[in-house]
Each structure stands twice: as C-alpha cells, then as structure tokens.
C-alpha cells in the first residue's frame, strides 16, 4: 500500500471508476523480520514498524472514505487459500483486469483461478524481478518455502524486538486481528523517549550503511535500482511533476508503462538489439528473449530458399519462417500460425502458370487446428479449380471467384462443425497472394498483410505499398455491418462501464454480444468463429490484383506478430538489404520476437514469407556488405 500516500494525486487522474487498490495485510512481526533478514530499505524494527503504521493509517484512511476502491487481502489466507483469496480479487477488480493473458490478442482470453494461481510465477513480471534483485526471489519460489512463512516471528524473532514491535503496533495490530505477544494493554507498552528514538534511529542509519556497502560488493545494479526508487519516494506530493502527471493526456498511459518496462528491463545484461544480426537468427537469441537459444530454436521453422520460373521473363525467389509464440504459462503451446509458402497450380513446359503464398493466423482455444485445416482446404480447392480450368479469358474475376470460393468453403467447414473442430470461440485470419506472369493476386480477411515493395534495386528509396487491408473494428464500413448483426463494438472497459464516457478509450476496439461477453473479437473478418459470425463477422475476402512490376520487386506475407512491432516502411528496408529471401526472414522474425519480449510477457506467433520477383532484363547488381552478414543491393 506504499501508493495510498498518494491517494489524492491517484483519484485525481484516474477517477473513481478506475482507481483500485488490493490491500495486504500482514502480521507486522512477520514483515519486521522479513526487512531485518533481506538487504532492502530499513534495518532496525523501530524504523521498520513506525512506517508499517504510517502505511496502514493511509490505508484505512481510503477504507473510511472510499470503501469501494480498495481490497483487504490478509497475507496468511493467501498463504492458506491461494484460489479462494485470488476468486476474490478476480471478484473486485474484474476478470479482465486480472485474469486477461495478454494486452494485444485476436480474441480476449480469461484464465480460471486456478491458472492464475499457478501461472504467477512463470509470467514475465515475475522472472524479471527474481533475477533484478534479492528481495524479489520469493515471488519465483516453490511451496516448501510458502509453507514456512507462517508466524515465523515467533520462532526467529528476540524477545525485545517482538516487544519493541507491539508496543509501537498495538492499536493497528489489534484492529487488524493479530493478538499480541507480550504487550497485552496500554501499560505494557515501551515508553519511548526523544533518547531511545535517537538511539534506534542512529542504529538504523549504520545498519543500512553497512547493508548498502555490502551490497555495493555483491550486486551494485540493484543498488542503483534501489536509490533511483528511493529517491522517486522520498519527493513531497508537492512537486511539479504531480501537477503534470495530473494534466497529462490520458491517452499516454500505455506509453508511460511501456518506459517503466523498459526501465525495468535496463538492469538485465543483454545484447543491444542495434549490435544482433537478427539475419543469423535463432543463433544466439536468448540475449534478446526470456528463453535458452535451445528452446527458441526448437520453435522455429524456415522454409529455405527456392526459385520458380513463371515464364521466360519472371521468376521468384522465395523464403518462410515461422516462430512459434513464447507463453510462460504454456512453454509448448502449438503454433497457431500456418502457411502455404509457393504451391505450384499449373505446369506447361518448363514454366509455372501460378504459384500460391498464403499465412494463416490462427485464435482462440484451437486456433492451431482451425489454421491447418484452412490452409488444407484453400490449396487442396483452389489449386484444384484452377487446374480444371483451361482458359482464363477473364483472369482476375476467375481467381477472385476461386479464392474466395475456397475461403467460404474453408470457414463453413469449421462453423458447421464438419471435421470434428471446436470453432465456437476459434478461427484464423488468411491473407493470400497468387503470382502469375501478369498479375498479383491477394485475397484478404484478418489483420495478416501482404505488401509489395518496389525500388529494391534502386539507390533511392523503397517504395512499400500494402495490397491487403487490416479487417479490425476501426473502419466505419465494418462497424455498420457488425451493429447490423446485433453486435457491439467498444473496448473491454467500455463494456465493463455501459459504455461510461470516463472509462478508458485507448484500449483496442472488440466485437462483443449484447447478451454476454464474449467472443471479444479484434477483427471483422475471419476463417471459422462460429460465434463471432453471428455478430457479423463474415469471411467473404475483400480480392484486388495488381500487375506485375515492370522491374524486379519484392512481396511480404505475415501475421500480426511481424506488423504489431514491425513497421511497414521498415520492412520495406529489411528487403532491400539482403540478397536471399532467407535472411530477410530471419532478420524480420528476430526483430519481431524482440520487441515482443520488451513490450510483453509473452510473444506472439511470427510468420512470414518473403519472395523476390524477379524480371527479365533487370540489371541487378550485388555487393558484399561488410556491416552484415549476407549481401546487401548496391
């Protein structure tokens, strides 16, 4: 409750609908004992007890005043009843506050207590703060050490400091439930004088010098850490930066969170991500993640480098890599994304009359299976129905028909339940891209993209221009369709508040019922989601073509594990800056996976395909490029 100092300043910003507290309540012997045992803040249990009281007078200061905000967790019921005292957290704050697994997401994913309870440890807050300091170790400990924290005072603790402790803690102990020891009324309380006070006060002085020097020994990164957060407490709230903390956008938080992460993260020695060759990647990508490079290498798939020719003048150089999502609650989760990386629709001689790319990004429950089964499903009848076709005297209307033809029939197979697939609260994004010797197809639903990047042999800039796009509940036209259906669209607090004008707005936009809520959709176009197609959510692809560049060029598929942290225009520049397909796979995925890790607990699934047209006459030129590895354009 350190942040109930500052309640006035809180209330002010965040307003009551969204200020909350969880009060923890614990025997103030046992946290005396806890601070005289770990090298963090004070030393002696005067100073140490005299701040507990301070703190639960702030405390019940906002309990009196404004009972709804706040939460009172005693210490050992959690220790006793971990699913039952964390039920009641889920209870006040709301599920989606607690239980929710990730800020980005496809669908909105709600965890039982029991997940919760035992997930903790693993989750990315957890094991940043067990490695940053000594005092947090306990939160990645198992229950042998949770069994022992029961009432340790009174086994550990001296006589006159469990008497020095009551006599200052009397009154907050009694109103808390815990029974004294050895001071039973007011009498047997210590008389402290202005002398002992000083005495104590001194003590405690050299017992945090000594603390600290030793410390400067073992593990001077933490004590840095811990003076910076010192300093930041010790400010009055009288301070200018209160007043701009107050008047600033709400619209920052996030941005503000992100740089307390990032922070946070400063302390853990790892490579610059300026110094990786994300080009090598997985090699050596436990400097920039959470996991041994064993562990990311396991889950991550590459399809080397290929190249088909089309007709006499095109041809394609392609490439596509996969990394499967790093959950720390769920380290072998499947890879809910899947691809079609080149499929050959026609032969005639020693030419292709089409090739066939596609990424899948699966949701929900059994995105996995929903992904693999779209993906069989759209090669096996497209490719099929293209074959059956002798001639196209209207090219782009028959591919157009085709492929949508083969989503529609992918999605009714899994809503209608034909092959044994749970799709209720599941399905996948598709975005296609079928190349012929004159045209580039796409075929789009989801937020998945596919860009064309031109001027890749230029010495000016790329151009990078996006032929799919992003089905999410931000566009009018989509959102027409969805509250024509009965659906909603606002964000999880709107739907927690009625829609309440004060609640927060910044958050991202889902599709809900008005009769629950659920699926909680970020898109309006998907594979499948049997439920979200009654809320409007359809998969009739939105289908263009565009002819094909008259010099050479390159094409990028992936799922929103690239674009979420990736730019287009930087992508655009990843391309021109290898040769092979493959490395710019590579280079794309390790970046990605990157800045996942720095911005949340868990990554997403990264998948991308890479292709570079190639066109008769072009003068392609090469050079070694000695700042990294593989070859850059001249």
Not at 98 to 117: A, D, H, P, T, Y
Not at 249 to 261: C, E, F, M, P, R
Not at 456 to 476: A, C, G, I, R
Request: proline share 3%.
């Amino acid at each position: 409750m350190g942040m109930s100092q500052f309640h006035d300043i809180l209330l002010s910003f965040y307003g009551k609908g969204r200020l909350r507290y969880i009060y923890l309540v614990r025997d103030p012997r046992d946290v005396c004992l806890s601070f005289m045992k770990t090298p963090v803040g004070d030393c002696h249990p005067y100073v140490i007890v005299t701040k507990w009281c301070r703190l639960q007078n702030f405390a019940m200061h906002i309990l009196h005043n404004d009972p709804d905000l706040i939460h009172q967790v005693c210490y050992e019921e959690v220790l006793g009843d971990k699913k039952h005292q964390v039920a009641k957290i889920v209870k006040f704050m709301g599920a989606r506050d607690v239980c929710r697994s990730m800020r980005r997401g496809s669908i909105v994913v709600i965890k039982g207590e029991n997940e919760v309870v035992s997930g903790a440890k693993k989750g990315r807050e957890s094991l940043i703060a067990g490695r940053l300091s000594y005092q947090f170790q306990n939160l990645i400990r198992g229950e042998s050490f949770i069994a022992g924290q029961f009432k340790k005072w009174a086994k550990e603790m001296k006589e006159e400091d469990i008497r020095l402790v009551e006599s200052i803690a009397f009154n907050e102990m009694k109103r808390l439930g815990y029974e004294p020891h050895l001071i039973h009324n007011e009498e047997d309380r210590i008389d402290f004088t202005e002398e002992l006070i000083h005495e104590y006060t001194v003590e405690n002085e050299k017992l945090v010098a000594k603390m600290n020097a030793d410390l400067a020994v073992e593990n001077p990164a933490d004590l840095e850490r811990r003076n910076i957060h010192a300093a930041v407490l010790e400010r009055t709230t009288s301070e200018h930066y209160d007043e701009e903390f107050i008047k600033s956008s709400i619209n920052n938080i996030d941005w503000a969170l992100d740089n307390i992460d990032s922070v946070q993260l400063k302390g853990i020695k790892r490579m610059s991500s300026a110094d990786f060759e994300f080009c090598k990647w997985p090699m050596n990508a436990s400097f920039v993640g959470f996991q041994h490079n064993e562990e990311v290498a396991d889950r991550f798939k590459l399809q080397h480098t290929q190249t088909l020719k089309i007709d006499d003048g095109i041809s394609i150089s392609f490439a596509a890599a996969s990394q499967a999502g790093y959950y720390p609650t769920d380290k072998n989760k499947p890879n809910q994304d899947a691809f079609i990386g080149g499929v050959v629709v026609a032969e005639e001689k020693n030419c292709k009359s089409g090739v066939l790319f596609a990424v899948f990004d699966g949701h929900g429950p059994n995105g996995h299976d929903c992904a693999l089964s779209a993906v069989e499903t759209v090669k096996s009848l497209f490719v099929q129905e293209m074959r059956n076709i002798n001639t196209l005297s209207d090219e782009s209307t028959h591919i157009r028909d085709l492929l949508s033809l083969s989503y529609h029939e992918a999605s009714m197979q899994l809503v209608n339940g034909d092959i044994g697939i749970d799709a209720s609260q599941s399905g996948t994004t598709a975005t296609s891209l079928f190349v012929t010797k004159d045209f580039l197809h796409v075929a789009n639903v989801g937020d998945s993209r596919c860009l064309l990047v031109e001027h890749v042999n230029e010495s000016n800039d790329t151009l990078v221009k996006q032929l799919t796009q992003d089905h999410t509940p931000d566009q009018d036209s989509e959102i027409k369709r969805i509250e024509a259906h009965g659906g909603v669209v606002m964000t999880s607090d709107q739907y927690d508040t009625n829609n309440d004008p004060n609640s927060i707005n910044f958050q991202q936009k889902r599709i809900w019922s008005k009769d629950g809520k659920r699926p909680g959709a970020a898109f309006t176009r998907s594979i499948g989601d049997s439920i979200a197609k009654e809320l409007g959510v359809i998969a009739d692809p939105e289908c263009e073509h565009f002819p094909i560049p008259s010099a050479d060029a390159a094409f990028v598929l992936g799922s929103d594990g690239v674009f979420d942290f990736v730019p287009n225009d930087e992508i655009g520049a990843v391309v021109k800056k290898y040769k092979d397909p493959a490395d710019v796979c590579r280079e794309l995925v390790g970046k990605a996976f990157n800045r996942w890790c720095a911005n949340e607990e868990r990554t997403d699934d990264i998948t991308v395909i890479v292709g570079r047209i190639h066109v008769k006459g072009s003068n392609v030129q090469w050079k070694e490029d000695k700042t990294a590895f593989g070859q850059r354009l001249a």
